[in-house]
């Protein structure tokens, strides 16, 4: 896959200025989509099609239309779910209604192309002889599971609907993230150029006797120090920063008491730019992940959650680790990396993951949806409320101020001169202090939109 992104750039030429998250998430796309369901599905073809003023790569398959059905199913499910975990339950069946019908309506669609995937191969997989053996894909193997061709027959085998939720899951939790911290470390290392030395320093010595040759799997076990650098990034810029739980029972959590059914907002990021765990929490030091001693295991369990925690630990964790660290080997040993905007700070924008702004690739008009979602579920949360976010995601006011300690973390670190975006939050945050209220209504969304949500009670707020 990775010479296939080579050929693609050489025939750009060595003049065309690269979005990297653009590649990135295609070369992601293509290696996932492929490992999940055995099928090419050639994002990154695509994509070289749109930017080539001359040669174009001929694609077309038998499976263009299944193709073309999977990649919208995936988009518009995004957003769904997107919808459906930021939007409260009133809200949804009520106002928007007819966006939570067209929604819901999406998430079915992607079930069903999903399920007429599975059944393909589960008929490929039974006229296959019991003899000959599978392609290791991971669909492949959750069919063949629990059947006469899995040695380990403990249980039944699984449902259609199991499998096209795993392939979703596999997907859908996989691509971002990782395109997210791979993006952001590049970043990163554009800007500390004794960062980036040490890196090709590491590469160099690994691969004197050779530098061309392949890079296997053992081998990345022995580059501790990029793989300090993918830790320092991600504990800067956590690719989830939050997540929702819910608890099945009654609990007790900081004093309060919790009936079932609770949707919790658990901020990993918070203990990751905590001076009591991190010397200069604000500052890139990778040095900081090497001989870390012997509070090492104990920063690892208590204070550092890249990939969540307990029972729900990202399960593929490993294999993201693994995936970041071979492709910064193969690009750092096969290029001269030169950020466009290196002399400006990175700006990042947030919805259930963190990403780089400065490389983002998303089409205006998806982007626009997000962004539109989010504003009017937050403005209408706080018509219900005046203390809306508290009513509509159940949160006590510790936890209140535990998030908005978070988000003056993103704008501090965003820059005092970074383009905030107008939604509730960042209003919130203007609202308290009283950058906002001393404005007139020049045509600015904050000004507007505090007026519109609170009219006189802001200054009780």
């Known amino acids: 896959f ?7 750039w050489k025939e750009l030429g060595s003049d065309c200025v690269l979005d990297l998250n653009a590649w990135a998430v295609r070369f992601a796309s293509d290696i996932i989509f492929f490992n ?10 695509k994509y070289f099609n749109t930017l080539s003023t001359g040669k174009k790569i001929d694609i077309e398959t038998k499976d263009s239309c299944m193709t073309e059905k999977i990649v919208k199913g995936f988009e518009n499910a995004f957003a769904a779910i997107f919808f459906l975990l930021t939007t409260h339950s009133l809200l949804r069946h009520t106002i928007y209604w007819k966006q939570n019908k067209e929604h819901l309506k999406a998430h079915d669609q992607l079930r069903r192309v999903l399920c007429e995937l599975v059944q393909e191969r589960r008929k490929e997989v039974e006229n296959t002889p019991i003899e000959e053996p599978l392609k290791p894909d991971i669909m492949n193997l959750l069919i063949a599971a629990n059947t006469e061709r899995d040695p380990n027959n403990l249980d039944k085998p699984l449902t259609d609907d199991a499998i096209q939720m795993s392939l979703f899951e596999s997907i859908a939790a996989s691509t971002d993230t990782t395109v997210s911290a791979f993006v952001f470390i590049v970043e990163y290392v554009g800007r500390y150029p004794e960062v980036e030395a040490k890196i090709k320093a590491e590469i160099n010595s690994f691969f004197s006797d050779n530098l061309n040759r392949v890079v296997t799997y053992d081998d990345l076990n022995e580059f501790k120090y990029i793989e300090a650098v993918y830790y320092e990034t991600t504990r800067i810029n956590t690719a989830v920063p939050f997540m929702f739980r819910t608890n099945q029972r009654e609990d007790e959590i900081a004093g309060y008491r ?3 059914d609770t949707q919790f907002v658990v901020n990993y990021q918070a203990p990751h730019r905590n001076e009591k765990y991190f010397t200069d929490p ?12 012997s509070d090492g295991k104990n920063i690892f369990k208590k204070a550092f959650y890249p990939w969540g925690g307990g029972l729900h630990i990202c399960p593929a964790r490993n294999i993201g680790l693994a995936f970041v660290k071979m492709l910064l080997i193969l690009l750092y040993r096969n290029y001269e990396v030169k950020l466009v905007n290196a002399d400006k700070p990175i700006q990042t924008y947030h919805d259930f993951i963190s990403h780089c702004a400065d490389t983002k690739e998303i089409p205006t008009e998806e982007l626009n949806f997000r962004d539109v979602q989010i504003k009017e579920a937050f403005i209408y949360s706080f018509y219900v409320s005046r203390i809306g976010m508290a009513i509509s995601f159940r949160l006590p006011y510790p936890m209140l101020r535990s998030y908005e300690k978070f988000i003056r973390q993103q704008r501090t ?13 960042n209003l919130l945050l203007d609202l308290k202090e009283e950058s906002v209220l001393n404005k007139k209504d020049n045509g600015d969304d904050n000004y ?7 009219g006189t009670h802001y200054k009780r707020l």
């Open 2 to 8: 990775f010479k296939e992104l080579q050929h693609y």
């Open 36 to 45: 999940t369901t055995g099928k090419k599905f050639h994002f990154m073809a």
């Open 258 to 260: 919790w009936k079932p």
């Open 282 to 293: 604000e500052k890139f030091i990778p040095e900081r992940f090497i001989n870390v001693g």
């Open 413 to 425: 670190h965003n820059g005092h001169d970074s383009k905030l975006k107008p939604d509730a939050l």
């Open 448 to 454: 507007r939109m505090g007026k519109k949500i609170f």
